[in-house]
């Protein structure tokens, strides 16, 4: 017999939240800035990932996933800037999970989603490095804000938080699924 997971609901909220809800277009383009200045940040943190996408400067990658998508350009210096949407892709990556409950149990097992990949070879090979290499050093960030003691207690906090909800929302291997 098969179990359900007891967070099935969940599943389908999201799924009709997601598709009957449309924020404002000034609301995403805000949101896309925050996002690309974040991975910007993490970026400059990692010498090797900036080189390798400066070799790809002006190249285009379109990210995808249901009705989201988000283009970006490689810079000369390595970084990203949003794209114009008019602008051709060389690389598209489209998440094929549909379930965004499925997304977060996947990463939090550490898992990558299911991506369907088209376009450039050494473009996708160049943004798999990156995703396989280049950390955020949340508490190295923190540490500059409050100071190394407290920052390492907030993030050994979180480590465990997440390590609980790990637990709590991965399936156990032994189930019957």
Avoid: C, Y
Wanted: charged share 20%.
């Amino acid at each position: 017999m098969a179990t359900q997971s007891p967070f099935s609901f969940l599943d389908d909220v999201l799924q009709k939240v997601g598709t009957s809800l449309q924020p404002p277009e000034w609301a995403v383009q805000e949101v896309q800035h925050r996002i690309v200045l974040l991975l910007n940040h993490v970026l400059m943190q990692e010498p090797e990932a900036t080189a390798r996408l400066a070799r790809q400067k002006g190249r285009t990658v379109l990210f995808h996933w249901g009705q989201f998508h988000f283009k970006l350009t490689l810079t000369p210096a390595g970084l990203l800037d949003l794209a114009p949407a008019e602008a051709p892709s060389d690389l598209t990556l489209s998440v094929t999970e549909a379930s965004p409950l499925a997304l977060v149990q996947a990463a939090l097992a550490g898992d990558k989603p299911a991506v369907r990949i088209e376009g450039d070879v050494q473009l996708a090979a160049d943004v798999n490095w990156l995703v396989d290499h280049v950390r955020w050093d949340i508490e190295e960030d923190l540490a500059r804000i409050v100071g190394d003691a407290p920052a390492h207690g907030l993030a050994q906090a979180a480590r465990n938080a997440l390590q609980t909800l790990r637990q709590w929302l991965t399936p156990s291997r032994g189930a019957k699924e």
